[in-house]
């Protein structure tokens, strides 16, 4: 089980931001693509955004213009950008890293997920 670690969530007013992190040891993160998903209470996971390791990235409608998705230098850490936010955006966010290209990405390992609440 390759270890994927979340950080950044937390409580934010509406309109404001915050920036998630994923962290995983070795090359994990470099070599596979990665995808952000979001689980809110009552409904569906939604893939959120993937980024590829070529740098390639794609983002759910409901985030387009507002969420960025992008890798450290030394590709050991993935991170999502999260400006504009919404009471909707109210969910647990999960950084996972798995196979494909942005419109078929396949999720293989996941993290343990971190929760972010928008106030309105």
């Known amino acids: 089980q390759v270890p994927l670690v979340e950080s950044g969530g937390g409580l934010v007013q509406a309109g404001g931001s915050l920036r998630l992190s994923c962290a995983a040891s070795?090359?994990?993160?470099?070599?596979?693509?990665v995808g952000w998903y979001r689980q809110a209470p009552g409904k569906q996971r939604e893939l959120v955004s993937v980024?590829?390791?070529?740098?390639?990235?794609n983002y759910a409608d409901s985030v387009k213009g507002r969420f960025t998705i992008s890798r450290d230098i030394a590709k050991t850490a993935v991170y999502l950008q999260m400006n504009s936010l919404r009471p909707q955006d109210t969910a647990v966010y999960y950084c996972?890293?798995?196979?494909?290209?942005?419109?078929?990405?396949?999720?293989?390992?996941w993290g343990q997920g971190t929760q972010v609440t928008v106030s309105s």
């Open positions: 996972t890293a798995g196979y494909g290209t942005v419109y078929n990405y396949s999720p293989r390992y």
């Open positions: 980024i590829t390791p070529s740098a390639t990235t």
């Open positions: 070795g090359s994990i993160l470099g070599i596979n693509a």
